[in-house]
């Protein structure tokens, strides 16, 4: 750290000189010279030199820069050499001269051709003379300058040739710092010092907003007691408030979602554009619009320009184009209004016609005309009104109040109704679409899948699209739906006919209802009912056939539901095939629920069964069952092909002779 000069050195010794009136002289070393002109001052007229004050001296710091570093001492002497006190004559009893100037030498000293006064050394004491170039008296301190310059301890200091100041417990550059308030040392603005209710920016000095706040002189501005941002706010007399979309207001307005609108009731009162609305300086209501100071009710929650536009039922429309009538708006007719209850226009806005309308229908009145609330048309070449109730015309010939015209043919009323023919019929007085229904004995009826069918002999299970057409018989104390597939009529459902020797699967009733009963085949070739009989191998073929072929067949064959591992079918035709199961020869129930099987009518080169499976089956099974049926190697239950097994007479005559297997029945009619 610098070593800084706290308090002048004096002068050890004091000198005492004049001079000679005839300019300085130098000696050997450079240094003036002096001639002695008075005797040095003794120890008790040192002591009155020093405690008589002389006069302080106005010192300022000079601009100019001091290049050499600060001593090690606290001060230091001059390096000019001031002549000894031994080289000056005493001279007590007449004055000294100076330049033809007069002084007392014990106080005063010629240097140059100048006066000074005499200063105590270093220390304070006695008086001496001094080097005017580089040193100054302070308080009878003898004091070297600062790089030049004089200064004013303590108050003052030089630090390495400078100048600094005190301020507080530190100090400063005065070229470069003041105080501020006495404690707060800050860098000049420009050359200026201020206040602390100034700032200073860009070397300029400014006033603080309420000698407080400080602001950023580009983007900043004072309002008050408070700053703003000029780039988004503004500053009012009653505060800071933030720009409008980029622009600013006065009092009398406000913003409100990016736009300016002038406040209500004498510019005091400020309200919800969106629902509120400022009319001669009252305030509207949100159901409410001002146009011209008047206030006029909303349409629907629109404005309109009452000079041009009303409002119709929440609706604006045009007035010199449109009117309103009845809540509804309507083109003007030629320019005229008219009533849309009992007239109608024929033409446009600008050169339409009114004409009476037709029971509130507006009509052709070159090609029809209006009876009693209805429109007809005008028969022979749109040249003759007719009596509509006794009378018709069709392609332009009048037809009887029991008909109707359509497309220049004429057919008798349904009733008292007209209907297209095209998709409509008349079936006992009543139309009827015919995409969708029919008409069976006076009667309608939807279709069933698209199709007719005969209400007294068959029945319909689903809907008009999907639906199928079934018949019944009766059989053993029971009923049975039958379906006719392509050519064939076959039952709808396996028999359940109480044979004697019968079996319901697991012995339990319940799975008779479900599956129908078990057969052997000696049972199977006589169980069905007289006009139906067991079917035979081909039979079968032609059902596989009419129903996709073997890969196809079982799963349009099979229900909808009662199949196992996701078995079940699509039951296109309503065959409704179920997985009943079988009975083994050691009366073991088996696979009900995943295999179906249905004996066939005996002939010398047939197999016994036709079976459909509900799951992929491979290989050969060693089961007497399987066997029996004779199972290919792959049947994928994807497709549930429904398998036909020729076998041997060996294989099947066993189950002729010995009735051991019992297996379903399905019976188809002669």
Not at 649 to 660: E, K, M, Q, V
Request: glycine share 10%; net charge negative; proline share 3%.
């Amino acid at each position: 750290m610098a070593k800084r000069h706290l308090l002048p050195a004096l002068f050890a010794t004091a000198l005492v000189f004049s001079c000679s009136g005839e300019g300085e002289k130098e000696d050997n070393g450079g240094n003036p010279s002096f001639s002695s002109s008075s005797e040095a001052l003794s120890s008790s007229s040192a002591k009155e030199l020093l405690s008589s004050s002389s006069e302080d001296e106005a010192l300022s710091s000079s601009s100019e820069e001091d290049t050499s570093s600060s001593s090690s001492e606290i001060f230091s002497s001059s390096s000019e050499e001031l002549p000894s006190s031994s080289s000056i004559e005493a001279s007590s009893s007449s004055l000294s001269m100076c330049d033809g100037v007069g002084y007392d030498a014990a106080l005063k000293f010629c240097l140059g051709n100048a006066l000074y006064d005499k200063c105590g050394d270093k220390n304070g004491s006695g008086k001496h003379e001094y080097n005017p170039e580089t040193q100054f008296c302070h308080n009878n301190y003898t004091v070297d300058k600062c790089g030049g310059l004089t200064f004013v301890p303590p108050n003052e200091q030089c630090s390495y040739g400078v100048v600094e100041k005190k301020c507080g417990a530190g100090w400063y550059d005065a070229k470069t710092h003041f105080c501020l308030g006495g404690i707060t040392i800050a860098p000049l603005c420009g050359d200026k010092e201020y206040e602390s209710s100034q700032f200073c920016s860009g070397g300029k000095v400014y006033d603080k907003c309420n000698g407080t706040v400080e602001y950023n002189l580009s983007t900043e501005q004072c309002c008050g007691n408070s700053k703003f941002t000029k780039s988004s706010q503004f500053c009012l007399s009653d505060g800071i408030h933030n720009k409008c979309n980029g622009k600013e207001y006065v009092l009398s307005e406000f913003c409100y979602g990016g736009n300016i609108y002038e406040k209500c009731e004498n510019y005091t009162l400020e309200y919800n554009p969106e629902t509120e609305d400022c009319c001669a300086d009252v305030k509207v209501q949100a159901n409410k619009f001002c146009w011209a100071g008047v206030i006029y009710d909303r349409c629907g929650n629109l404005d309109y320009n009452p000079r041009i536009e009303t409002c119709c039922s929440s609706n604006k429309l045009a007035t010199p184009t449109q009117f309103c009538f009845d809540g509804n708006a309507y083109n003007k007719c030629g320019g005229y209004t008219y009533n849309p209850i009992s007239q109608f226009c024929e033409g446009d806005i600008e050169n339409g016609i009114v004409y009476s309308s037709c029971g509130g229908s507006k009509f052709n009145v070159f090609t029809h005309f209006c009876y009693w609330g209805t429109i007809y048309e005008k028969c022979e070449n749109y040249t003759l009104e007719y009596n509509p109730e006794t009378e018709s015309c069709c392609a332009d010939v009048k037809v009887l109040a029991n008909q109707f015209c359509w497309a220049g043919v004429i057919y008798d009323r349904c009733g008292n109704l007209d209907y297209n023919p095209r998709i409509e019929t008349c079936c006992s007085k009543n139309k009827l679409a015919t995409p969708i229904q029919f008409c069976f004995d006076g009667n309608a009826y939807n279709k069933c899948g698209g199709y007719t069918y005969n209400p007294i002999s068959q029945f319909c299970e689903g809907d008009i699209e999907n639906g199928k057409i079934y018949s019944s018989i009766s059989y053993g104390g029971r009923s049975y739906k039958t379906i006719s597939i392509g050519t064939q009529t076959w039952m709808a459902e396996n028999l359940d006919y109480d044979a004697s020797g019968s079996k319901c699967y697991g012995n339990n009733d319940f799975n008779c209802v479900k599956y129908g009963r078990l057969y052997s085949w000696d049972m199977a070739q006589t169980a069905c009912p007289i006009g139906w009989r067991l079917p035979t191998t081909a039979d079968w073929q032609t059902l596989i056939n009419y129903a996709g072929g073997e890969n196809a067949a079982g799963t349009k064959l099979k229900a909808i539901e009662g199949w196992n591992d996701n078995g079940n079918g699509s039951d296109d035709f309503g065959f409704s095939a179920l997985p009943a199961g079988a009975v083994s020869p050691s009366n073991e129930f088996c696979d009900a629920g995943s295999f179906g099987w249905w004996w066939r009518a005996k002939n010398s080169d047939e197999g016994a069964a036709v079976r459909m499976v509900s799951r992929e089956v491979t290989s050969t099974s060693s089961s007497t069952l399987v066997t029996l049926a004779k199972r290919v190697e792959t049947t994928q239950h994807a497709t549930a092909t429904i398998i036909t097994d020729n076998v041997s007479a060996d294989n099947y005559t066993p189950l002729n002779r010995n009735n051991t297997f019992y297996l379903a029945v399905r019976c188809i009619k002669n």
